[in-house]
């Protein structure tokens, strides 16, 4: 197992977060954020990823493909593009519960080098992201780049709910820490999710909420297998970051410091009710389409890359 040190070069060796630098194809990152009905949260998530507040890369560094899952309230094609030239919008006409077939639809639209998708658009995220994750793009010959990830409120959501949390106090809260100028006080108003509370410094989570790799290795792993079709894609995930760390020599790299923050939007597992989660429905569609109970990856240790911020002490180890 790699030291401390060494996993923590971010903090050790300034140097290895390099400012991003300019290549043949301005286009280093395709950054694919998929919808359904949650035009509330849209708002913020993508003006997260906007070059106003994104620091350290320019609008021609990165795109930014806004999909609408067959929403019955969609998006519309001015509420995506007013963030910049370099944010784009899709329809994909669908009856599907599962995000599979719209990622992968915006996937084929991609001009980047490199993938990165968030599942849930209703995670908005911190200002150092887009920068970091293509700096750990580039670091490794094979990095599979994730963040973790957090829930807005005092606890995990489904536990908020039932001491009365809710959406307009999640308004109220956002709006205490005046985020569009200060992005890493979201981590002061957050709580980690269950799958990322081995915190930074520990084991790979078994899902991202972020996920980056080249894109020609999206495509060699299918992209998101469209035979998960529970709501929201059940462990559609997890299948995917167990297959792209489990590619020989791939090299798994969790971005420090930073992180996704899921707003309230009333989703199957984040919002679910007591004794409600559908968590044994996804295991047994995985074991349907795997043909095997889902189990951790077995891959490197990951490394880590970033830089120490406002908020983020807390998170470094298990909670």
Not at 77 to 104: I, L, Q, R
Not at 106 to 127: H, L, Q, S, Y
Request: hydrophobic share 40%; net charge neutral; glycine share 8%.
């Amino acid at each position: 197992m790699p030291s401390l040190k060494n996993r923590f070069k971010a903090l050790f060796r300034p140097a290895f977060v390099p400012e991003v630098q300019k290549r043949s194809n301005p286009v280093r990152l395709s950054i694919i954020v998929n919808f359904f009905n949650m035009k509330r949260e849209a708002a913020r998530t993508l003006y997260s990823l906007s070059s106003e507040y994104q620091q350290g890369v320019s609008q021609s560094d990165y795109e930014v493909i806004a999909v609408d899952n067959g929403s019955s309230e969609p998006l519309s094609p001015e509420e995506v593009t007013k963030y910049g030239p370099n944010f784009k919008y899709y329809f994909h006409d669908t009856k599907s519960v599962s995000p599979s077939g719209a990622v992968n639809f915006a996937a084929g639209k991609a001009n980047g080098e490199n993938v990165a998708v968030i599942v849930d658009g209703a995670r908005m995220v911190t200002p150092g992201l887009v920068r970091l994750c293509i700096s750990a793009l580039e670091a490794q010959p094979i990095s599979i780049v994730c963040a973790l990830a957090w829930h807005l409120g005092p606890d995990i959501q489904r536990l908020a709910i039932e001491k009365g949390y809710n959406r307009d106090e999640e308004d109220r809260l956002l709006a205490s820490i005046d985020w569009q100028r200060n992005g890493y006080g979201l981590f002061d108003i957050s709580t980690i999710a269950p799958a990322s509370a081995d915190g930074f410094l520990g084991n790979l989570p078994p899902e991202a909420s972020f996920l980056a790799m080249r894109k020609d290795l999206f495509d060699r792993i299918g992209g998101l297998n469209e035979a998960f079709v529970t709501p929201g894609g059940g462990l559609v995930c997890h299948d995917t970051l167990k297959k792209a760390v489990e590619i020989p020599d791939a090299q798994p790299i969790i971005i420090f410091g930073e992180g996704t923050f899921h707003q309230m939007h009333g989703g199957i597992a984040t919002n679910s009710k007591k004794g409600q989660h559908p968590i044994g429905m996804f295991h047994e569609e995985y074991e349907r389409i795997v043909g095997q109970k889902y189990t951790a990856p077995e891959t490197r240790e990951p490394l880590v890359l970033g830089a120490m911020k406002d908020g983020v002490k807390p998170f470094l180890f298990r909670q």
